[in-house]
């Protein structure tokens, strides 16, 4: 938890990270908000604890402007194309995000389904000043970059404006204002690896810091001031003495002065503004019974006094003229006013009709922060049977939003909407059946309609999952009846026939929403049982990846085939190899006809056969018969056209066995290693298997292996692990997959890799191999801040006139500097303007230990590929 913030509404507010909430407020209410980030609200002292917002990943710290709106920056998941987030947060709103979206990268809902910086501020009017005056503070860790801007109303919500950075250099984490006005922020200095170092730094914008608010907002509230001096404070210029002020009125119990001044039409907006919020906290602690005489506020021509009277009176008790006060409101033209009518009324309840809600349902629907205010409003006001009754007679936009009410309740009612003709009412029904907590009631009706003509994308996904979640013979014969029904290539198919492989056992984390779920066992005789009576269909599918996929089946179910067709299969060379793979492991399980099978595994061991087919062979030859399986083994490893996958698979299948020809031939691989005369993609797979030997022989060629060449030795990436090791044999395609995959290294996270989009905290990995040799890839893996290369490291330049910059030193000679900042744009610094540098260093941290050496092996082939061909210019085009 992070961000204590003061509200202007008296409350405290704070935010936590994507882990979720499981709380009991000292009141007995219970908030359960599992994989998502929030931000909490309680009083001062700790009672009435709720959740303002959710479903959002990691808001370092919340601010409010000067209407009282909460803003945040929400931390991105670094996944490609996505960005952190400016976000306008509502009571009671969903920002969609959840964990597990961390987790499943480009197969999550975030980025497939489009639901898609640290310290932030915002200049309370009286500290700053100057230019800066009004404006939010974002504190870009570990980029360095301290940025200012502005928002401006938009339709029903803000945007973005004058965004510029007003410093470099320091890693500010943490922001505060001080009583006298400045701002204070910590430094993490080195950022990663930690180096123990840390700093506050205060800063403010001589000569426009005005110091009249220190006097006031240094005294406790202990300390008795005049109400009439409080109540002309709340028209300060400084946010911070308005709201201590509003609270010490509260405290005073001068709720109708302050409606007063709210009342007021020729008072300071501001002043009337933080009197309805003072007047609130009154209303909000019961201490306000009666709040007729502020509904007058409901129709002011200020519409900001309306929207922050509809907030406070949504804390009132109900009554029939608040009620229709409040209901007024959704006739607005004001977009903001609507919306905090509809979450009003929502926290009243009461009984409003569902067509005051809508204007133009279309349109509606297309504003956010809107359709959120007014599903709270339908929410809240319209019983389950009506909202469903409304959705099954309409077609358009206001079926949408009475569906999204029926979200909003839970209410398993939806299990009734699935077959709705508009496709965007099954979308939202199946998510909110089948997604995170779900409905489990409904999760049978989910289950059923799959198959069902016309069923949308989402939720044909979902309603496939649910079948294998539900996970019985009706389930199982849905999905088997479905797959059968459809041409090849159909989509979702392979997706169906991929649950069928893990019907006996779902996976911990779900295929759709990545939640974690615990299965009670099924029984996979059975499943084999049920899935034997459509053998003979399931082989008739022809395309290649499917009938691969349904012989995987059959392997993994214990079914059989023919021998003939299995044999006839395995030994095809115009066979798609995954087909030849699922037939050779068929044909693994047979135990007569052992000669035929010899045969035919010498025959998909040689060469012309896919690298997969060769050593699946050889692997069930050591089972069958070890002399050929070793022949085959020695072939293969001496071969100069053997792959070295297929050599590296032939190491492997050594591992374990004790037998004196297999001690023989990993003998001569080490000495090979030894003598440097093997292939150098082999060297980490027969030094990683001799290592685990007991042979003092063995023991002694490592050593000696370990100690040639220059000075003594080879170099090490570790006490146990050579460099040379870790710069061939790597499988590209497994290292791209570690590139944007892998949680712990979580390289995405820093670096651009294949495209010019995503995070710019690292350099820009797309054109690597073109700039740096293999060597040079592991070495900046396994040792980031040893030697970095030239770009590749953090460093700061302090300039004689005191700046600091923070970036890389791209080039340099004895009279200048090229220097690329952390906001990408170089510069040329002059050696004679220096007065200091640091050495670079790295955030990054070292990857061996993180990654296996077969891993660092896998990513270095990877960045090592990259080496984009330059595109020929337009002139040189036309010339051909």
């Given at each position: 938890m992070h961000g204590l913030r003061l509200g202007p509404d008296g409350r405290i507010y704070w935010s936590i990270g994507d882990k979720g909430l499981n709380v009991t407020s000292k009141e007995g209410k219970k908030f359960y908000y599992p994989h998502r980030g929030a931000v909490l609200r309680c009083e001062p002292d700790g009672a009435n604890f709720e959740v303002f917002a959710h479903g959002v990943r990691n808001i370092q710290e919340i601010a409010f402007d000067d209407f009282g709106n909460v803003i945040g920056v929400d931390n991105d998941s670094d996944q490609p194309k996505e960005r952190e987030r400016l976000v306008y947060l509502l009571e009671g709103s969903d920002s969609g995000w959840r964990c597990q979206n961390q987790y499943m990268k480009l197969q999550g809902r975030w980025m497939t389904e489009n639901m898609w910086p640290a310290g932030f501020l915002h200049e309370p009017g009286h500290a700053l000043d100057g230019d800066l005056r009004?404006?939010?503070?974002?504190?870009?860790?570990?980029?360095?970059?301290?940025?200012?801007?502005?928002?401006?109303?938009?339709?029903?919500?803000?945007?973005?404006?004058?965004?510029?950075?007003?410093?470099?250099g320091i890693m500010g984490i943490g922001m505060a204002w001080g009583v006298e006005g400045k701002a204070y922020f910590?430094?993490?200095?080195?950022?990663?690896?930690?180096?123990?170092?840390?700093?506050?730094?205060?800063?403010?914008?001589?000569?426009?810091?005005?110091?009249?608010?220190?006097?006031?907002?240094?005294?406790?509230?202990?300390?008795?001031?005049?109400?009439?001096?409080?109540?002309?404070?709340?028209?300060?210029?400084?946010?911070?003495?308005?709201?201590?002020?509003?609270?010490?009125?509260?405290?005073?119990?001068?709720?109708?002065?302050?409606?007063?001044?709210?009342?007021?039409?020729?008072?300071?907006?501001?002043?009337?503004?933080?009197?309805?919020?003072?007047y609130g906290m009154g209303v909000r602690h019961g201490k306000v019974a009666d709040v007729s005489a502020s509904l007058s506020l409901l129709d002011d021509a200020d519409h900001e006094v309306r929207v922050q009277a509809l907030k406070v009176l949504s804390e009132a008790k109900i009554n029939d003229l608040l009620l229709a006060a409040s209901l007024r409101q959704l006739g607005q033209i004001d977009l903001r006013v609507r919306t905090q009518a509809g979450i009003t009324l929502g926290k009243m309840g009461g009984k409003v009709p569902f067509k005051d809600f809508i204007h133009d349902?279309?349109?509606?629907?297309?504003?956010?922060?809107?359709?959120?205010?007014?599903?709270?409003?339908?929410?809240?006001?319209?019983?389950?049977?009506?909202?469903?009754?409304?959705?099954?007679s309409k077609s358009d936009a206001e079926a949408v939003f009475a569906t999204l009410a029926l979200i909003r309740q839970k209410s398993p009612l939806l299990g009734k909407l699935l077959n709705h003709v508009n496709p965007d009412v099954v979308n939202e029904a199946a998510r909110a059946i089948h997604d995170d907590e779900g409905i489990p009631s409904s999760g049978t009706a989910l289950a059923e309609i799959f198959g069902a003509p016309g069923l949308p994308f989402q939720a044909a996904r979902r309603a496939l999952n649910a079948n294998l979640r539900q996970g019985d013979s009706a389930a199982l014969r849905r999905l088997l009846e479905w797959i059968l029904a459809q041409p090849a290539g159909t989509p979702l198919r392979r997706e169906a026939l991929n649950a069928l492989l893990v019907f006996d056992q779902p996976p911990v984390l779900d295929l759709v929403d990545g939640t974690a779920k615990k299965y009670l066992p099924r029984d996979k005789i059975e499943i084999g049982r049920l899935l034997r009576t459509y053998q003979d269909q399931l082989l008739s599918i022809q395309q290649s990846e499917e009938r691969a996929a349904v012989l995987e089946l059959m392997v993994?179910?214990?079914?059989?085939?023919?021998?003939?067709?299995?044999?006839?299969?395995?030994?095809?060379?115009?066979?798609?190899?995954?087909?030849?793979?699922?037939?050779?492991?068929?044909?693994?399980?047979?135990?007569?006809?052992?000669?035929?099978?010899?045969h035919a595994l010498c025959n998909a061991a040689g060469e012309g056969n896919p690298s997969e087919v060769r050593i699946e062979a050889v692997s069930q030859l050591f089972a069958r018969d070890a002399a050929s399986a070793m022949s085959m083994a020695r072939l293969i490893l001496n071969s100069k056209s053997a792959k070295i996958p297929e050599k590296q698979a032939m190491v492997t299948v050594l591992r374990g066995r004790n037998d004196s020809e297999s001690l023989k031939l990993l003998q001569e691989l080490v000495a090979r290693l030894v003598a440097r005369k093997l292939d150098s993609g082999l060297k980490l797979d027969v030094y990683a298997l001799a290592r685990q030997s007991a042979s003092s022989e063995m023991i002694q060629m490592l050593d000696k292996y370990l100690h040639a060449g220059p000075k003594?030795?080879?170099?090490?990436?570790?006490?146990?692990?050579?460099?040379?090791?870790?710069?061939?044999?790597?499988?590209?395609?497994?290292?791209?997959?570690?590139?944007?995959?892998?949680?712990?290294?979580n390289c995405i996270a820093c670096h651009r890799v294949e495209s010019d989009e995503g995070s710019e905290v690292g350099p820009s990995l797309r054109q690597v191999g073109l700039q740096r040799t293999k060597d040079e890839i592991a070495e900046s893996l396994v040792e980031p801040s040893a030697k970095i290369v030239q770009g590749f490291g953090i460093g700061t330049i302090t300039l004689k006139d005191g700046t600091t910059l923070t970036g890389s030193v791209m080039t340099e000679n004895t009279k200048s500097v090229d220097f690329k900042s952390t906001d990408g744009k170089t510069q040329k610094i002059s050696v004679s303007l220096i007065a200091s540098r640091t050495p670079p260093v790295s955030v990054?941290?070292?990857?061996?230990?993180?990654?296996?050496?077969?891993?660092?092996?896998?990513?270095?082939?990877?960045?090592?590929?990259?080496?984009?061909?330059?595109?020929?210019?337009?002139?040189?085009k036309m010339k051909k």
């Amino acid at each position: 938890m992070h961000g204590l913030r003061l509200g202007p509404d008296g409350r405290i507010y704070w935010s936590i990270g994507d882990k979720g909430l499981n709380v009991t407020s000292k009141e007995g209410k219970k908030f359960y908000y599992p994989h998502r980030g929030a931000v909490l609200r309680c009083e001062p002292d700790g009672a009435n604890f709720e959740v303002f917002a959710h479903g959002v990943r990691n808001i370092q710290e919340i601010a409010f402007d000067d209407f009282g709106n909460v803003i945040g920056v929400d931390n991105d998941s670094d996944q490609p194309k996505e960005r952190e987030r400016l976000v306008y947060l509502l009571e009671g709103s969903d920002s969609g995000w959840r964990c597990q979206n961390q987790y499943m990268k480009l197969q999550g809902r975030w980025m497939t389904e489009n639901m898609w910086p640290a310290g932030f501020l915002h200049e309370p009017g009286h500290a700053l000043d100057g230019d800066l005056r009004g404006h939010f503070f974002l504190d870009q860790f570990p980029k360095g970059k301290l940025d200012a801007f502005t928002l401006e109303p938009e339709q029903d919500s803000f945007r973005q404006t004058n965004l510029r950075t007003i410093s470099s250099g320091i890693m500010g984490i943490g922001m505060a204002w001080g009583v006298e006005g400045k701002a204070y922020f910590a430094d993490w200095m080195g950022g990663y690896p930690l180096d123990g170092k840390g700093a506050v730094w205060r800063f403010d914008v001589a000569p426009n810091v005005d110091t009249s608010s220190e006097a006031f907002l240094s005294k406790p509230f202990s300390v008795s001031i005049p109400q009439a001096e409080l109540l002309g404070l709340l028209g300060h210029r400084d946010q911070r003495v308005r709201v201590n002020a509003s609270i010490r009125l509260d405290r005073l119990g001068a709720w109708a002065e302050m409606l007063a001044v709210a009342k007021n039409p020729q008072a300071a907006r501001f002043a009337r503004i933080h009197a309805i919020w003072g007047y609130g906290m009154g209303v909000r602690h019961g201490k306000v019974a009666d709040v007729s005489a502020s509904l007058s506020l409901l129709d002011d021509a200020d519409h900001e006094v309306r929207v922050q009277a509809l907030k406070v009176l949504s804390e009132a008790k109900i009554n029939d003229l608040l009620l229709a006060a409040s209901l007024r409101q959704l006739g607005q033209i004001d977009l903001r006013v609507r919306t905090q009518a509809g979450i009003t009324l929502g926290k009243m309840g009461g009984k409003v009709p569902f067509k005051d809600f809508i204007h133009d349902a279309e349109a509606d629907l297309r504003l956010p922060w809107l359709r959120h205010g007014l599903v709270t409003g339908l929410a809240g006001t319209q019983s389950a049977d009506d909202l469903l009754a409304i959705a099954q007679s309409k077609s358009d936009a206001e079926a949408v939003f009475a569906t999204l009410a029926l979200i909003r309740q839970k209410s398993p009612l939806l299990g009734k909407l699935l077959n709705h003709v508009n496709p965007d009412v099954v979308n939202e029904a199946a998510r909110a059946i089948h997604d995170d907590e779900g409905i489990p009631s409904s999760g049978t009706a989910l289950a059923e309609i799959f198959g069902a003509p016309g069923l949308p994308f989402q939720a044909a996904r979902r309603a496939l999952n649910a079948n294998l979640r539900q996970g019985d013979s009706a389930a199982l014969r849905r999905l088997l009846e479905w797959i059968l029904a459809q041409p090849a290539g159909t989509p979702l198919r392979r997706e169906a026939l991929n649950a069928l492989l893990v019907f006996d056992q779902p996976p911990v984390l779900d295929l759709v929403d990545g939640t974690a779920k615990k299965y009670l066992p099924r029984d996979k005789i059975e499943i084999g049982r049920l899935l034997r009576t459509y053998q003979d269909q399931l082989l008739s599918i022809q395309q290649s990846e499917e009938r691969a996929a349904v012989l995987e089946l059959m392997v993994k179910y214990e079914l059989d085939l023919p021998f003939p067709v299995l044999l006839a299969l395995a030994e095809d060379l115009k066979t798609a190899s995954g087909v030849r793979l699922q037939s050779l492991r068929l044909l693994g399980r047979k135990k007569d006809q052992s000669d035929t099978i010899i045969h035919a595994l010498c025959n998909a061991a040689g060469e012309g056969n896919p690298s997969e087919v060769r050593i699946e062979a050889v692997s069930q030859l050591f089972a069958r018969d070890a002399a050929s399986a070793m022949s085959m083994a020695r072939l293969i490893l001496n071969s100069k056209s053997a792959k070295i996958p297929e050599k590296q698979a032939m190491v492997t299948v050594l591992r374990g066995r004790n037998d004196s020809e297999s001690l023989k031939l990993l003998q001569e691989l080490v000495a090979r290693l030894v003598a440097r005369k093997l292939d150098s993609g082999l060297k980490l797979d027969v030094y990683a298997l001799a290592r685990q030997s007991a042979s003092s022989e063995m023991i002694q060629m490592l050593d000696k292996y370990l100690h040639a060449g220059p000075k003594g030795g080879l170099r090490m990436a570790s006490p146990e692990i050579p460099y040379e090791l870790l710069t061939d044999g790597g499988d590209a395609n497994r290292g791209k997959a570690l590139i944007n995959g892998h949680l712990a290294a979580n390289c995405i996270a820093c670096h651009r890799v294949e495209s010019d989009e995503g995070s710019e905290v690292g350099p820009s990995l797309r054109q690597v191999g073109l700039q740096r040799t293999k060597d040079e890839i592991a070495e900046s893996l396994v040792e980031p801040s040893a030697k970095i290369v030239q770009g590749f490291g953090i460093g700061t330049i302090t300039l004689k006139d005191g700046t600091t910059l923070t970036g890389s030193v791209m080039t340099e000679n004895t009279k200048s500097v090229d220097f690329k900042s952390t906001d990408g744009k170089t510069q040329k610094i002059s050696v004679s303007l220096i007065a200091s540098r640091t050495p670079p260093v790295s955030v990054m941290p070292p990857m061996l230990g993180i990654l296996t050496p077969e891993e660092i092996r896998d990513v270095v082939a990877y960045l090592s590929a990259l080496k984009p061909k330059t595109t020929k210019n337009k002139s040189e085009k036309m010339k051909k």
